[in-house]
Each structure stands twice: as structure tokens, then as C-alpha cells.
């Protein structure tokens, strides 16, 4: 712990240095404060915001939303990347379709899914779902080819079926790709729903920075701006705990 704490000394420093130097700028009037406020007057309002629970509805629905998509997405690439790890037809059935999918920007298909699912929770848990489901598919097809055949083989050979497999072999030995997948698969659905309810206009923490944003309330919207970064930074640093216990046989991967 202790160690964690000194690494991470000089980045905060740094961004402290940043924030001390952009008041200074803000207040010798250098930086339009129409703009860019001072960081102190944007720290003050954020903690009125949560002290308030000005920032508790926007922030629930938000990270309900973020979860149920993120959920979804991470069980269905699983399990589908396992399979396409495994089973080389079921692979080259679903290859093509993948790499089609793969590369378009899920923003890119809000519009589409606000024709099929309307602007509710439906389409936005649906559009953060496809988000995290590619990275997190690539890393299981990718952990499950990276298995020792030799570890699968002599499992059958003790006469382990086909789930024991899967759960004994498998699932540990690709476990540090999955997460790895999804770490990064958390970020992509934090940005995806941020956007997502900046397009539907629905509520929720992205439509609150646009609409602060078209009303000019830059102090505000920068406050937001700052809730979000937290709730981001917050659920990094909960998804590398979670890793490290979960994968602790593979601990200097998993840091």
C-alpha cells in the first residue's frame, strides 16, 4: 500500500502544479474566466453539488445505466470468446462479422438504435453494451487460444468433462485477458453512455453537461465535467482491487 501511495506521488503533484498554474493564469486575468473558470471556483461548486445531492439523481442513473450495459456486454463477449477460442468453426462463423462490427465507433449508432429503441434506458443500455463487448471478446478468444493445449488434454484424461474443462482450465488460465478486456471495456461505456445521453437528451449526467454547456453555465458544467472524471477514476481504481484479488495467482500482470 505504501509503495502504491509513493508511485502515485509525483502524478499528483503534477496535476496539482497544472491546477495551481491555471488559478494563477484565471486570477492575473491571462484565461478568460467566462471560459475557463478558476479550479477553485469549479471544486467549490462540485462539492455543493454532492453536498446538496444536487449530483446524486444524475449520478444513480447514470451508473445504473453505465452497469446494466457494461454487465451485458461483458457476459455475452465472454461467452461467445470462449466458444470462438475453443471451437475453430464456431470461430470462423462469427470472424467476419466481428471485424465488420468492430471498427465503427459505437456513438455512430445511437442514431440508429433511437429509431429501433426510442430515446429510453432500452437504447442506451443497449448502444454501452455493444461498446464493451468487442474488447472484451477479443481478449477471451485471444486468453482461451493462449490456454496449454497440454492442460486440456491431460484434464479429459483424467475424464473431466467438457464444463470442468471450462471451469477449472479455461476460465483461470484466460482470466487476466478477460479483465484486461474489460478494464478497458469500462472506460469505452463510460464514454458511450456519457454520449449517448447527450444525444437522447434524457437525463443523466451527459445531458446535463450539454444542457449547462447551451445555457452558459461554464461553472456548472465543468462541475459536472469534474463528477464525471471521479466517478471514472472511481471505478478504475475498484476494477484493479476487484482484479488483483481475483486473479492473485497472476499478480504483477493484474497491477
Not at 467476419?96 to 432500452?122: H, Q, S, W
Request: glycine letters at 10%; a positive charge; aromatic letters at 8%.
Amino acid at each position: 500500500m505504501r509503495s502504491r501511495v509513493l508511485h502515485a506521488l509525483p502524478g499528483v503533484a503534477f496535476l496539482g502544479l497544472l491546477l495551481l498554474t491555471l488559478e494563477a493564469a484565471v486570477r492575473a486575468g491571462l484565461v478568460d474566466k467566462s471560459f475557463i473558470p478558476a479550479p477553485s471556483a469549479v471544486a467549490a461548486r462540485t462539492i455543493a453539488l454532492i453536498v446538496t445531492g444536487g449530483a446524486g439523481g444524475p449520478l444513480l442513473k447514470t451508473t445504473l445505466l453505465l452497469f446494466a450495459g457494461y454487465g451485458l456486454g461483458c457476459l455475452a463477449a465472454v461467452a461467445l470468446g470462449i466458444l470462438m477460442g475453443y471451437y475453430r468453426p464456431v470461430y470462423l462463423l462469427f470472424e467476419p462479422v466481428t471485424e465488420l462490427l468492430r471498427p465503427i465507433p459505437k456513438p455512430a449508432l445511437v442514431p440508429v438504435l433511437m429509431l429501433l429503441l426510442g430515446l429510453g434506458a432500452g437504447m442506451k443500455v443497449t448502444v454501452v453494451a455493444l461498446g464493451a463487448f468487442f474488447p472484451v471478446l477479443i481478449n477471451t478468444v485471444q486468453g482461451v487460444r493462449a490456454v496449454d493445449p497440454v492442460m486440456t488434454d491431460m484434464a479429459r484424461t483424467f475424464g473431466h468433462s467438457g464444463p470442468a474443462v471450462l471451469w477449472r482450465i479455461l476460465l483461470p488460465a484466460s482470466a487476466p485477458f478477460i479483465l484486461a478486456g474489460m478494464r478497458i471495456s469500462l472506460g469505452i461505456s463510460l464514454v458511450v453512455v456519457i454520449i449517448a445521453e447527450m444525444i437522447s437528451s434524457t437525463g443523466g449526467l451527459g445531458d446535463l453537461i450539454l444542457d449547462m454547456q447551451r445555457s452558459f453555465q461554464v461553472t456548472d458544467s465543468y462541475a459536472w465535467l469534474v463528477i464525471v472524471a471521479v466517478l471514472g477514476f472511481g471505478l478504475n481504481v475498484l476494477f484493479r482491487w476487484a482484479e488483483r484479488r481475483t486473479t492473485f495467482w497472476n499478480a504483477p500482470a493484474a497491477e
